[in-house]
Nanobody
Framework: QVRLVESGGGLVQPGGSLRLSCAASGFTFNNYAMNWYRQAPGKEREFVAG????????IYADSVKGRFTISRDNAKNTEYLQINSLKPEDTAVYYC????????WGQGTQVTVSS
């Protein structure tokens, strides 16, 4: 069956860094664009970053430009999100999403930025 499993979240101080991973299985990974979304408590889920199926193009939300980097390794069926200079407002559950004719979501990984 289709699975998307996020990992790498945790508790980090402001200014710190994390690298999130999304391990995919059960579908042809290199045919799908991959996105990251996040959802903070009491807020709508929002788009964070996206990458095309072979990694040729990327797009970022204005709020994360210059701090976040999305990438993928199609040989490992894995998507990554490198997060630098973390701010308290980055606190959220981060979800990966596979995008094609039918979309798939992971269960999310918690990122908490606090002193």
């Amino acid at each position: 069956q289709v699975r998307l499993v996020e990992s790498g979240g945790g508790l980090v101080q402001p200014g710190g860094s994390l690298r999130l991973s999304c391990a995919a299985s059960g579908f042809t990974f290199n045919n799908y664009a991959m996105n990251w979304y996040r959802q903070a408590p009491g807020k709508e889920r929002e788009f964070v970053a996206g990458i095309t199926s072979i990694g040729g193009r990327t797009i970022y939300a204005d709020s994360v430009k210059g701090r976040f980097t999305i990438s993928r390794d199609n040989a490992k069926n894995t998507e990554y999100l490198q997060i630098n200079s973390l701010k308290p407002e980055d606190t959220a559950v981060y979800y990966c999403k596979a995008v094609r004719d039918v979309d798939y979501w992971g269960q999310g990984t918690q990122v908490t930025v606090s002193s």
